[in-house]
Each structure stands twice: as C-alpha cells, then as structure tokens.
C-alpha cells in the first residue's frame, strides 16, 4: 500500500470548515484513499473513503485531485467533538484478499472556541 | 448493527500471567482483524481472519500470542508470558467482502492492556 504524509497537527475554530491535506505521490491506480479519526482512549471511526471522485456523506467530504497524488478531508462545520487525530490512509479496495490498513501518525485536529 | 464490541475494556496485570481478549465483531462481517497501538502511535496490524481462517499474520505476532476464530463468529486474541512491553490499546476491526460492500474496516472501542 502507498505511504501517506500528513502535517502532525492543525488547529481550527469552531463553526469554521476543517480541511486536512494529504499526499499520496505513490498511489497506484487500484487504491483506495481512506480517512479514519481516533478521539482520545476510543478506537478509530470510519469516515469516508474515495477512489477518484469527490465524496460528501453525513460526516465529511472528500475531495482528490486529478492526478489523485493528494487529498483533502473537509469538516465543513467543526465542533469541539471532532478534536480527534486523523488519519489518511491508501489501501486497495476490496478484492479476493484482504487489505489491513497501514496508519501513520495522522494529523492532530484541535477545535477551539 | 451494534458494532464491534471488546471484551475487557481494561486489563491489569502482572509481568508472566498470561491474558485472553474477545471480540465479536459486526454480525455477518466475514473479516476481522486484531491491531495493536501503542502510546503516541497508530495502530499497527497484527493478524487477520477470513472467516474461520487465520489468512496473514504480522512479524509483531510473536510465539507468545495467539489468535483464533473457532467458528467464523467472534475471535479471542491470547498472549502468554505477559511482558511490559506488551503494555498496549487492542483494536479489534471487522469487515464484510461480500456482495457490493467495499471491505470497509470497523473498529471496536479496543482493549487497553496495561502489564506491571
């Protein structure tokens, strides 16, 4: 699975957009690019996950670049809640074998008042 | 669906006891997976089961762990001869591979292990 790089931490005000960057320079063309957060003492909780096109649920947007070498997760109005690390993950999607997931050491959100 | 659960939540205990973890994962996910996260770090993969089939183990499964799926249902990690630096949160993930999900991992709230 290809390597990620995220910037360790960021901070951000509550009520205002989140956006974490991620690059994947080496992404290959069957890889999926995941974002997981993990609050304090919990385990990690799935965002959302995207191949090429953009992707918005209930919790995030995901926005990948044409060249799919970087991605941006958008929290489009951040609360206390969402102070967590996030992690930017790039595995292949599902196939006949499973993929385990390789975390760095993600990007530590804090939301402020 | 009621999620991944772990069963304990927390662990004490001394250096040379030996410790079992469960985990049940999502009904009717397939796959399920055990990770082991230390302090500051991500998780870190260990084993993973395809139904009732241990497929991959990591290089960070040592002799004294051991990791079953007797039926294709919840899984127990065991670790024998507890060592201090067997001191750890275990995440326990699942997922299904059928039909048109996309093999996306949940994780249980994890086992915090903490050896003396």
């Known amino acids: 699975d290809a390597k990620t790089t995220q910037p360790p931490s960021m901070d951000c005000a509550e009520g205002r957009a989140a956006n974490l960057p991620c690059n994947h320079s080496?992404?290959?063309?069957?890889?999926?690019v995941y974002w997981y957060r993990q609050i304090h003492s919990q385990g990690p909780q799935y965002i959302i996950h995207g191949l090429k096109n953009n992707e918005t649920n209930e919790m995030a947007s995901l926005i990948i670049t044409e060249d799919r070498k970087s991605s941006t997760l958008i929290l489009p109005h951040a609360t206390l809640r969402d102070t967590a690390v996030y992690y930017c993950i790039v595995r292949v999607g599902r196939t006949g074998t499973a993929s385990k997931l390789t975390f760095g050491t993600g990007t530590r959100l804090q939301v402020t008042l | 669906d009621t999620g991944v659960s772990q069963d304990p939540r927390h662990k004490i205990t001394k250096r040379g006891q030996n410790v079992t973890f469960r985990c049940d994962p999502i009904?009717?996910?397939?796959?399920l997976y055990w990770y082991r996260q230390t302090l500051g770090q991500g998780p870190e993969f260990l084993t993973y089961f395809q139904n009732e089939a241990q497929l991959e183990k990591s290089r960070l499964l040592s002799d004294r762990f051991s990791a079953e799926r007797p039926k294709g249902s919840f899984s127990t990690l065991e670790i024998q001869r507890t060592e201090q630096g067997d001191s750890a949160m275990y995440l326990c993930?699942?997922?299904?591979?059928?039909?048109?999900?996309?093999?996306?991992?949940?994780f249980g709230p994890g086992t915090r292990l903490t050896v003396l």
């Open positions: 080496t992404i290959s063309g069957n890889e999926y």
């Open positions: 993930a699942s997922s299904s591979s059928g039909g048109h999900s996309t093999d996306t991992q949940y």
């Open positions: 009904s009717e996910h397939n796959r």
